[in-house]
């Protein structure tokens, strides 16, 4: 159930109590939430692989395709994603510099991942409707960036003392 609420927070950002929100939930259930999206996002591909007869492990056994999909697919497709979510991030670690405001690279991690909800599922019902290629996920990341620095700018400014 706890995904369902990180789910529902993320389709709410950029507003300020969904970020705040997000900010309490812990790393462990961002990362698990992450990867059950990365798992939805892959699911058109994994059906065109099965369905498939023809091409690389067409005839292989279904196990072995699950497992050939796993590998080369899932595994690569998240740790692709997850240095672009680290990179977001870090390029939004200099933006809250600029803006003299209170955030940690934790928080930005956390909002960058969530503010990935949107495209990706986009992507995943393009996906079922046409033969999508997978580097047209990455058009899909200008949206994490602008709403990032959006939900900086909503953060407050650190106290001067």
């Known amino acids: 159930m706890k995904f369902i609420k990180i789910l529902k927070e993320s389709l709410l950002l950029p507003q300020k109590k969904a970020m705040f929100q997000i900010?309490?939930?812990?790393?462990?259930?961002?990362?698990?939430?992450?990867?059950?999206?990365?798992?939805?996002?892959?699911l058109p591909?994994?059906?065109a692989r099965l369905t498939?007869?023809?091409?690389?492990g067409g005839e292989?056994?279904?196990?072995?395709?699950?497992?050939?999909?796993?590998?080369?697919?899932?595994?690569?497709?998240?740790?692709?994603?997850?240095?672009?979510?680290s990179f977001i991030a870090y390029l939004g670690r200099g933006i809250v510099r600029l803006a003299n405001r209170?955030?940690?690279y934790g928080t930005l991690w956390k909002l960058t991942a969530c503010s990935l909800t949107l495209p990706m599922l986009v992507f995943t019902?393009?996906?079922?409707?046409w033969s999508i290629p997978d580097w047209f996920l990455f058009i899909f990341f200008i949206y994490p960036v602008v709403l990032l620095i959006r939900m900086?700018?909503?953060?407050?400014?650190?106290?001067?003392r």
């Open 60 to 85: 292989m056994n279904i196990i072995f395709q699950l497992i050939y999909f796993f590998m080369f697919y899932y595994l690569i497709l998240a740790i692709l994603l997850l240095g672009v979510i």
């Open 45 to 47: 591909e994994l059906i």
């Open 23 to 42: 900010n309490r939930i812990g790393m462990d259930q961002i990362m698990i939430y992450l990867f059950i999206l990365f798992m939805v996002t892959s």
């Open 152 to 160: 900086i700018f909503l953060y407050p400014q650190k106290r001067v």
């Open 102 to 104: 209170k955030l940690y």
């Open 125 to 129: 019902l393009l996906s079922f409707i």
């Open 52 to 56: 498939s007869w023809s091409g690389l």
